[in-house]
C-alpha cells in the first residue's frame, strides 16, 4: 500500500508519500518561519492562507520525487486534529477532496500519534510496550503505548506546554521567532551554577506538566538582571536546565510506576540536545533504552502523518466523505489497530 500524507496543523506545509514495502519514498517540507517572525509568533489567518498557497505544489513535487503518479497512491492521511482550525481544513480539504477524485479512501490522523509514531520511519523501531514523551509547541504529555491506537495518557500539560515555555521565554531575552532552538544555542554559551530555577511539579506525586510559573521565574531573574548577553546566555543555560531536569524526571517516575524499559520522545522538543543526553543517561542507569525521530522528523511533517496513516488505512480504517478538522482532540480516544 503507498500513502501521501498531508501535514497542515500549524505553520508547516508537510507532504509525503511513504510505501509500506519500500518505506519513505517522497518528503517535502515548507516552513512559514520567516512569515511569522515579524509578528513574534504564529498569526492563523497568514499560515492558513500560505497552506492554500503551497500545498497542491508541494504534492506535485512530492509525486514528481518519488516517481509515481495519482493512479500509484492508494490512500490519502491528512492531518484532522488537534491545532489551528483554520490550517487543519485546508489540509483536510484538500485531502479529502484529492481521494474522492482518485477514488481512494482518505483518512484523518492525530497529530499527536503522528509524532509518537515517527521513531517507528527509521531503525530499530521501539517495540510495544513503551513510554512516550511527547514534547511539542503546544502539547507535553506522558503516554503509555501498548500498541497503536492502545493509549494511556499518564500526564499533560496544565497550562503551558514545554515548547510554549522555551518561545515565550526566548522572547523575554530578545531571541527571534522561533524562539525554542535560539535559546538552546545561547544557553551552549551559559555558565553554570550562576542561577538555579525551580523544577515545577516534581515535589508532588504524578505526571502532570506545568511551565507557565517557570516562565514566570524566567521573566523576573530578566528583568533584575543586568541584561549583558553573558548573563542571558546564563539565564538561557539555567532555564533549560530546569526544563530538561523537569521532563527527565517525569519519565524516570513514569518508567518506574509502569516497570517498562523502553522511552520514545518525541515532538519539537526532542531535537534538544541536552535532553537527549539527559535521557541517554538516565536510561543507561536503568538498563533500557531511548528512542527519537531523526531531527528532520522532531518537528511537524508529512512522514509522520502518512506513516500513522498507512497503518490504519492498512487496518481498513477510513472517513466518511465530509472533511472535518478537530482542534480539540484526545489522543487516548483514538481506536485500537
Request: glycine share 10%; charged share 25%; hydrophobic share 40%.
Amino acid at each position: 500500500m503507498r500513502v501521501l500524507g498531508i501535514e497542515t496543523s500549524c505553520d508547516e506545509t508537510g507532504i509525503a508519500i511513504i510505501d509500506e514495502k519500500k518505506g519513505l519514498m517522497s518528503h517535502q517540507l515548507y516552513s512559514q518561519v520567516k512569515l511569522h517572525a515579524d509578528y513574534g509568533g504564529v498569526v492563523p489567518e497568514l499560515a492558513s492562507r500560505d497552506h492554500v498557497r503551497k500545498i497542491v505544489p508541494l504534492i506535485k513535487r512530492a509525486l514528481q520525487e518519488a516517481d509515481c503518479s495519482k493512479e500509484d497512491i492508494d490512500g490519502i492521511a491528512y492531518t484532522q486534529g488537534p491545532g489551528l482550525v483554520g490550517a487543519l481544513l485546508v489540509g483536510s480539504s484538500v485531502g479529502r477532496s484529492l481521494a474522492y477524485a482518485w477514488g481512494i479512501p482518505a483518512l484523518g490522523v492525530h497529530h499527536m500519534e503522528g509524532h509518537l509514531l515517527a521513531p517507528m520511519l527509521d531503525e530499530p523501531a521501539p517495540a510495544f510496550p513503551f513510554i512516550a514523551l511527547l514534547v511539542s509547541g503546544g502539547h507535553s504529555m506522558m503516554v503509555k503505548v501498548d500498541g497503536i491506537g492502545q493509549y494511556e495518557v499518564l500526564g499533560e500539560s496544565v497550562d503551558d506546554a514545554a515548547g510554549e515555555a522555551f518561545d515565550k521565554t526566548a522572547k523575554l531575552l530578545g531571541l527571534d521567532y522561533p524562539g525554542g532552538p535560539l535559546l538552546a544555542k545561547l544557553a551552549e554559551k551559559g555558565e553554570a551554577g550562576h542561577y538555579r530555577f525551580p523544577r515545577p511539579m516534581t515535589d508532588r506525586p504524578g505526571l502532570d506538566f506545568s511551565f507557565s510559573g517557570l516562565k514566570t521565574f524566567a521573566a523576573n531573574t530578566i528583568r533584575s538582571s543586568d541584561g549583558s548577553e553573558q548573563t542571558k546566555a546564563n539565564i538561557a543555560l539555567a532555564f533549560q536546565e530546569a526544563v530538561v531536569d523537569t521532563l527527565a524526571i517525569k519519565c524516570k517516575r513514569a518508567l518506574k510506576q509502569t516497570g517498562l524499559k523502553r522511552l520514545v520522545i518525541a515532538g519539537g522538543v526532542s531535537a534538544n540536545k541536552q535532553l537527549r543526553e539527559e535521557l541517554e543517561k538516565a536510561m543507561q542507569k536503568l538498563g533500557g533504552k531511548v528512542f527519537y525521530p531523526r531531527l528532520e522528523f522532531c518537528t511537524d511533517n508529512g512522514a509522520m502523518i502518512a506513516y500513522a496513516g498507512l497503518q490504519r488505512l492498512k487496518a481498513g480504517q477510513k472517513d466518511e466523505l465530509s472533511a472535518k478538522a478537530k482542534p480539540r482532540w484526545s489522543l487516548d480516544s483514538l481506536p485500537a489497530v
